[in-house]
């Protein structure tokens, strides 16, 4: 038998709850039951509880209030919401309240125990979130709550877009919603806007027919057909033009693609998840996005933290990295230095997570002994040992300065190849056009 009281069952029915309890006595679980809102929160505080299952709608106090009282009360105690009137929106607002999940009446009593075995499980500082061989790992309770979220969106259709700087896992978070979606089985596509140039991203998407304009040899699907039944990715879909968007916001209504060329429309049933590391909202006043399609994709925003506002990541991840690396290039590390974490956690990160792996892969290899030293880290990052972190008023050279200054060197060392410069320099080739971005006019000519 596990421990007493496992677990409180609140639910105004009493059928309802009597089920509940014996359902989850015969698993093994040690269960008591409240029959309002007030009794559960009087129970709560006298025992102890590991998880709480409490009916959405019941007089006086409902659900919610009990989720956000319990939450106060004992911030790690999961709790489960029970509803027959269910929304995506609603859900997505007890997970935000703090809710472990939320299940729609009528269930299963193994949906049900599964949930249970899941919120009870042996908990530890931090929890690793799959998806094609990666992972989503993390300490940080903003970013758990947020893969929450994205579970529950994922039961949906819905339009998802998703925002954050360059390296926080933008695509990573569109694959994990596609893995967890009832078209999980159908095709992911993926299409960058922005490295596809604008004369061939019409094409790429929406396909065209033979001889539809000059080259068009052949009939070819665009990316809308491949991902049908399935799910599509427009990554940095800011980059796509205004006369581009226009046509994707009647694909979107109209659910339905025309190729190039062609006269007769080919239904579509897809879903579409869109990123960007740009402010939309900035674009839409000033002119350089739709507002309709703005608010067509915008249906379940998710805005990724930058890794700096993730402090408890940031070293948890270094470790990760370090195993990682010392095992791929037959090294002995054992941990990192005081010294070291310290300069870590002291760090921007600009580049965010996709940094912070770049940073550790190259300190494994310079590394030599037992331990990651801060030295290590100081040449994994191309910068002297005193460099600020970041800009700063003083007469000394900044991190930006020196990090353009050994990008613009490695781009003319390679004669303005891209990608040979990203591999040199241990980042994507999409993060190097998007620093080139960033420096506007201070590069220097033909880079």
Sequence with gaps: MREVNDILVVDDDMEMRLALAEALKRKGYSVSIACNGKEALEEFGEGRYRMVISDVKMPGMDGMEVLREIKRLSPTTPVLLVTAFGTVEKA?????????????????????????EKALKPQTDAESFQTKGKAFLTRDPVMRRIISMAMVVAESDATVLITGESGTGKELMARFIHEHSKRKDSPFVAVNCAAIPEGLLESELFGHEKGAFTGALNQRQGKFEQANTGTLLLDEI???DLRLQAKLLRVIQEKEVERLGGKNPIPLDIRIIATTNRDLKKDVKEGRFREDLYYRLNIFPIDLPPLRERKEDIVFLAEYFMK??????AKHLEGISKEAIEYMEGYHWKGNIRELENTIERAVLLSSGKVLEKEHLVMGCGITEDSPLEDT????????????????????????????????????????RNKLKEYGQLMPEGV
């Design 238 to 240: 800011s980059e796509m």
């Design 393 to 432: 008023t003083s007469g000394h050279t900044t991190l930006r300065e020196m990090e353009r200054e050994l990008i613009c060197r490695t781009l003319q060392d390679v004669g303005g190849n891209r990608t040979k410069a990203a591999r040199i320099l241990g980042i994507s080739v999409r993060t190097l």
């Design 324 to 329: 990682r690396f010392s095992t791929k290039y």
């Design 92 to 116: 997505v607002e007890a997970v935000k309240e703090g809710a472990v999940d939320f299940i729609l009446k009528p269930f299963t009593l193994e949906a049900l125990e599964e949930m249970v």
